[in-house]
């Protein structure tokens, strides 16, 4: 299925925009840039990494540098990206591969994309763990206080209100990683992103300061006195079908396993819980052999299921708020397995939406976000996007047109960001990860008050 999915998307067209592509502003406070170069036959990945990350620089300038974002295509190798990097940029830097990469000049499939900032009023500590398949909550600990300690050599500062965490991770566990950073540090927000494979079998990577690891998450710990605003948004609508989780993969049996399974809803096997849920929704019977069919959600109506509505799970935090859980995959035992973590005695929500409602919601984000902060000179905006929300609005066409949408709204501030794997977004004083979601961050030239 995932070599499908990736022919589908190499055979498409991919627009590129050469005005778009001059990526940088330079403001009073900040200056924000970005570059990039895709893959030629007469460059190595080490030298389109080290061009890319020069001209980043080049755009801000080296003088008050606070921090570069690396988002590369799967298929440069990883550590020739890091080398390439630092060639240009000693740090701090800090990123991952992905399943496609997002810059207001095109989204791209072959690309190093390098986005730089420079500013003296914004201070960035970069901190990576390594094996968080065996212990997430103390690899969030090890890459929080490794990164708090770079902060504090860089002159940066823990104060109320000012501090971000920026996160991507490469083999899961993010819930657990989430949970140890914030017993060091406080609930800071936390935005980020899932590092992408291509949609391959191969493990993803993420930088830090030169080096690419796996098994790893890699966190960029934020002192700002600007104004910097997370946002996240999905599309997916609730239903009303909720079932209890009554049995769950424990701890143990997480650690040797990338996806969370639930064994059971209302005391009934998950997968004949979930088909008789979306059969109710539909008004005709979709069997448990039907739902093994469709990635990366459940999807029926249009021309086989492609462009109709779709019906991934979703969890609800103290706040009422919806946070989206996509099906991995249905097992031989009827359980399910999940991209993200679902516990036990959680209430599981079956949710619906359509090309459209994810469209509508992602663009009407955006303008809210726009007309509430245009006032404090937006200078860049970093985008975290779900790889399944490419695929499905891929399918029907409607990729291209939502960021030709986006760039409008925004009125040339620079977007760059990546097609993740899950992602990590702060909402209500929470910080969640979650699928099937965009999460932004938005950083301005005005300074906060």
């Not at 890459?143 to 823990?158: F, R, T, Y």
Request: with cysteine; hydrophobic share 35%.
């Amino acid at each position: 299925m995932f070599e499908r999915i990736r022919k589908f998307f190499r055979s498409r067209e991919i627009k590129e925009t050469p005005e778009a592509a001059e990526g940088a502003i330079a403001g009073a406070n900040v200056q924000a840039g970005f570059a990039y170069r895709r893959t030629t036959e007469d460059m190595s990945a080490f030298d389109l990494a080290k061009d890319a990350a020069a001209e980043a620089l080049n755009r801000v300038g080296s003088e008050n540098f606070s921090v570069a974002l690396v988002y590369s295509a799967y298929e440069h190798n990883p550590k020739d990206v890091a080398a390439g990097v630092s060639a240009a940029i000693p740090g701090p830097w800090l990123g991952c591969t992905t399943s496609g990469e997002i810059t207001s000049a095109g989204i791209f499939e072959d690309s190093i994309v390098v986005a730089a900032i420079s500013s003296p009023r914004i201070k960035f500590g970069v901190g990576v763990s390594s094996g968080v398949c065996q212990d997430d909550e103390g690899a969030g600990k090890t890459a929080i206080n490794m990164a708090l300690e770079s902060l504090i050599a860089k002159g940066g500062a823990m104060k109320e209100g000012a501090n971000y965490i920026i996160m991507h991770g490469s083999t899961g566990g993010e819930e657990g990683v989430i949970r140890g950073l914030q017993q060091e540090v406080g609930n800071i927000p936390v935005v980020g992103g899932t590092a992408g494979n291509a949609l391959t079998e191969n493990p993803p990577y993420v930088f830090a300061n030169g080096k690419a690891y796996t098994d790893a998450v890699v966190l960029g710990l934020m002192s700002s006195d600007m104004v910097t605003v997370v946002d996240s948004g999905h599309g997916w609508k609730s239903t009303g079908k909720v079932g209890l989780v009554t049995k769950a993969n424990p701890p143990e049996e997480r650690k040797t396993t990338l996806w969370h399974k639930v064994y059971t809803i209302d005391n009934r096997p998950a997968a004949e819980w979930y088909a008789e849920q979306i059969s109710s929704l539909k008004g005709s019977e979709v069997s448990v052999d039907t739902l093994k069919q469709y990635y990366p959600f459940v999807t029926f109506g249009g021309s086989s299921g492609i462009g109709g509505t779709g019906y991934p799970t979703g969890i609800k935090d103290p706040q009422g708020r919806i946070w989206t859980r996509d099906v991995h995959s249905v097992e031989d035992d009827l359980g399910l397995t999940f991209w993200a973590y679902v516990p036990e005695g959680t209430g599981l929500e079956v949710l619906e939406g359509t090309p459209d409602t994810l469209t509508d919601r992602s663009k009407a984000a955006a303008k809210d976000l726009f007309s509430k902060y245009s006032k404090f000179k937006p200078v860049m905006m970093f985008d975290f996007n779900c790889v399944g929300r490419k695929i499905y609005l891929s399918k029907v066409n409607k990729l291209d047109g939502e960021y030709e949408e986006i760039k409008k709204i925004m009125k040339g501030t620079p977007v760059v960001g990546f097609y993740t794997h899950g992602e990590q977004a702060c909402y209500g004083g929470l910080n969640q990860h979650c699928n099937l979601t965009i999460t932004r961050l938005l950083i301005t030239d005005t300074l906060a008050t």
